[in-house]
Structures are given as structure tokens and as C-alpha cells.
């Protein structure tokens, strides 16, 4: 980029960035790569008019991102998620494309998805669904568990396509498939547009066999269908929750996630304290998690965020009175869930 003339910049920004609407200030007042890499966040805001924050970040650990890839190393392999893969492909394949206008709107890639907290999904994205944001957040832990390689994460895919193995890479989809598969197909619909997919299986320590069953729809009266899920559930995910986390662990050892995460594409110290009170936001905890899983090991993230209404959102939530020990779920006979 430092070797970059000023067509080429802008060519970047219109191309590459998908920002066509930024050319004219940025023609007036970036002449070169050199100049490009130097530029601050408010450098974006007044110099080249950037008045979306999501806007703003996206081009801000793009930046970073070519700043760090001077040194030799390359571009990280988020740089490679455009906007439209995120929006269209792997909204669906988390089972929440209901949000991809709004990912789209704000421009979300790989490096802005690598970023994002539950402030953000919330504030910005209009996912307001705590389960939703739970669920895009470990889709997003997924792809960096996996380096933020879509290649490397479609052959797991498709290794597992014709065979129950290895659900923590399932679409949406495939679980559906699997519930069909499994005998259930009346009630696989109800997974549409959920947000249930294979990392909240997997990572998802409050995501049981009553969270799954309430989410197809399945009855509290319907004992026998349940104790058939709890077996084939139990089949699917019980070794995988004792043994993959290990895995998963041991694939992310080296550098601490957290460290990695604040280098390249982490938040700039212009934005710490805004986003200070992100972090303090999320520390909540309801359960206690599996040996060897900590919803905050990697990248501050916290997964918990269901306070002590269980894994799945209910609206009335504000109203019920506390639940009882045990299952999530159990607290709330009186509730009827109509929209998971």
C-alpha cells in the first residue's frame, strides 16, 4: 500500500472496500498509499467524511491490517470474507439471514465480524434476540478457531455431509437434515431463521436437549419424542462437548487469542474506553461451563449473555419469576414460546 499512487487508492475504495460513496473526498484529499496507512479514525471522519462508525472501523482494521502487512507478513485471511460472502452465505449458514440486510448496509467483512461484541450486534445490526447474539458470536468464534480460512471450513463441511460427525462446522442446514434424519422431520421447519447451528451445539454449555426441543416446537407433553431427542442428541454432541472443546483448545494454543485480537485486528487505544463498557456489559454468567470451555477465554467475548433466562429468548423474560434449579427451561411451564 505505502507504494500505492492516488488512482489506486481510490480504485481500492471503490473495488476492494465496496465504498464507492467516499471517492470524491477521498480523490481531494488522499494523493497516496503512504498517506492511506497514516490515517486516523477521526482522520477518516473529517478528512474523508465517514460518518458511519461501522463504516469508519471497517476501513480503520483494513488499514491496520495493510499497515501490518508491510512488514512481510501478508494480509490476515479475514481480508479474504467479503462483505456479500458475510451477508449472504454465512448469515444463512448460521440460520440467521433475516439480519443480512443490516450486515450488508453497514458493510460487514471479515475483518469488522472478527470485531464484533454484543454492543455492536445490538446497537448497530439490530439483533436485539440475546440467543441470536450468542448464536452469531460463536459462528464468529468458529471462523477464528479455524483461522478465518472458508476453505479449510467447507472441507470439514463436506467431509460430514453424508455421516453425523463432527457437528461443531453443521450449517443450519445440516442440522435441520440431521432432524429429518433422525425421525423428526414435523418438526425440522421450526429451525428456520433460528440461529441454531453447529458451534451452539457444540459451545453452547446451556444449549441442552430442552433448549433444542422448545426450539423445534416439541411439547413439554410429547415425553416419548423427547426422550428420543436426549438420545440422539446425546449421540451426536455428548462425546464431542467432552472431547472437541479440548480440541478446539488445542488448536487455538500458542499466542493467547486475546493478545493475538488486539494486535492487527483489534480495536485501536483511540476506541478502548468506548469500548470499555462493552466488555463490562457482558461479564454475566449463569451456568457453569464444561471442563476445558470458557465463555471468555478467547477475544473477551462472552457467550452467557442468557442472565438467568436460559439458552433461548423469551420475551416475556422481564415478567417471569426466577426459575428453579436445573434445566433452563423447566422454570417456565406457564410460558408459551411461539417465535424462536
Known amino acids: 500500500m505505502s507504494q500505492w499512487r492516488a488512482g489506486t487508492v481510490q480504485a481500492w475504495l471503490e473495488v476492494v472496500m465496496a465504498m464507492p460513496m467516499y471517492i470524491r473526498t477521498c480523490s481531494e484529499n488522499v494523493k497516496s498509499g503512504k498517506v492511506l496507512l497514516g490515517l486516523t479514525d477521526e482522520d477518516l471522519e473529517m478528512g474523508l467524511g465517514v ?198 483448545e488445542r488448536q487455538n494454543t500458542g499466542t493467547p487469542p486475546s493478545a493475538r485480537r488486539q494486535s492487527s485486528l483489534g480495536r485501536p487505544p483511540s476506541s478502548s474506553g468506548r469500548h470499555a463498557d462493552d466488555e463490562g456489559s457482558l461479564r454475566r454468567r449463569a451456568v457453569k461451563p464444561p471442563t476445558g470451555f470458557s465463555p471468555k477465554a478467547r477475544n473477551g467475548r462472552d457467550f452467557s449473555c442468557h442472565g438467568s433466562y436460559g439458552s433461548l429468548p423469551r420475551e416475556a423474560c422481564d415478567e417471569t419469576p426466577p426459575r428453579s434449579e436445573g434445566s433452563p427451561i423447566r422454570g417456565y411451564t406457564t410460558i408459551e414460546v411461539t417465535n424462536v
Open 51 to 248: 460518518g458511519s462508525s461501522m463504516h469508519r472501523r471497517k476501513l480503520r482494521l483494513a488499514i491496520e491490517d495493510y499497515r501490518d502487512a508491510e512488514s512481510g507478513r501478508g494480509l490476515s485471511k479475514a481480508a479474504e470474507l467479503d462483505h456479500h460472502w458475510v451477508a449472504k452465505a454465512w448469515l444463512s449458514d448460521v440460520g440467521l439471514p433475516q439480519y443480512s440486510q443490516a450486515f450488508q448496509g453497514h458493510l460487514v467483512d471479515g475483518r469488522v465480524l472478527n470485531s464484533l461484541t454484543r454492543r455492536d450486534l445490538e446497537r448497530y445490526l439490530n439483533v436485539s434476540k440475546k440467543f441470536h447474539q450468542v448464536s452469531l458470536l460463536l459462528g464468529i468464534e468458529l471462523l477464528h478457531g479455524l483461522g478465518f480460512d472458508k476453505e479449510a471450513l467447507q472441507a470439514r463441511r463436506m467431509q460430514c455431509e453424508h455421516q453425523s460427525v463432527d457437528p461443531l462446522v453443521w450449517t443450519s442446514h445440516r442440522i435441520m437434515r440431521w432432524i429429518r434424519e433422525i425421525d423428526l422431520k414435523e418438526y425440522a421447519d421450526a429451525l428456520q431463521n433460528s440461529g441454531v447451528h453447529g458451534a451452539v451445539l457444540v459451545l453452547d454449555p446451556t444449549f441442552n436437549t430442552d433448549a433444542m426441543a422448545t426450539a423445534l416446537g416439541i411439547h413439554s407433553n410429547k415425553h416419548m419424542i423427547r426422550r428420543h431427542l436426549v438420545e440422539e442428541m446425546q449421540s451426536l454432541v455428548g462425546l464431542v462437548r467432552a472431547s472437541g472443546l479440548q480440541d478446539y
